[in-house]
């Protein structure tokens, strides 16, 4: 069965970075678009960015230019690497996968203290 697994959260500094890892597992890894979505606290879901398997990537405007999505197929991994983070980028940061369903893992909490 699909399965993702987020790691790489924790406690950061504002101006700190972070690597978030999302680990995958019976997906059709190499042919698929991921993406990694944020909820902070109190507010909706939203999606900060997604490689497609030809690795195009898309940001949203609030991180655009501080992270960077990439993807090793052969590992079938997705990661995340955050600079220069502030304290709204603090969330709880979902993977997210889709085939005929949406599968998302648990989610990886990261705070970004001022």
């Given at each position: 069965?699909v399965?993702?697994?987020?790691?790489g959260?924790g406690?950061?500094?504002?101006g700190?970075s972070?690597?978030?890892?999302c680990?995958t597992s019976?997906?059709?890894?190499?042919?698929?678009?991921?993406?990694?979505?944020?909820?902070?606290?109190?507010?909706?879901?939203?999606?900060i960015a997604?490689?497609?398997?030809?690795?195009e990537?898309?940001?949203?405007?609030?991180?655009?230019?501080?992270?960077?999505i990439s993807?090793?197929?052969?590992?079938?991994?997705?990661?995340?690497?955050?600079h220069?983070?502030?304290?709204?980028?603090?969330?709880?940061?979902?993977c997210?996968?889709?085939?005929?369903?949406?599968?998302?893992?648990?989610?990886t909490?990261?705070t970004?203290?001022?």
């Amino acid at each position: 069965q699909v399965q993702l697994v987020e790691s790489g959260g924790g406690l950061v500094q504002a101006g700190g970075s972070l690597r978030l890892s999302c680990t995958t597992s019976g997906t059709y890894f190499s042919m698929s678009t991921f993406g990694w979505y944020r909820q902070p606290p109190g507010k909706q879901m939203e999606v900060i960015a997604r490689i497609t398997r030809d690795l195009e990537t898309d940001y949203a405007d609030s991180v655009k230019g501080r992270f960077t999505i990439s993807r090793d197929n052969d590992k079938e991994m997705v990661d995340l690497q955050m600079h220069s983070l502030k304290p709204d980028d603090t969330a709880v940061y979902y993977c997210r996968y889709t085939d005929t369903l949406d599968y998302w893992g648990q989610g990886t909490r990261v705070t970004v203290s001022s």
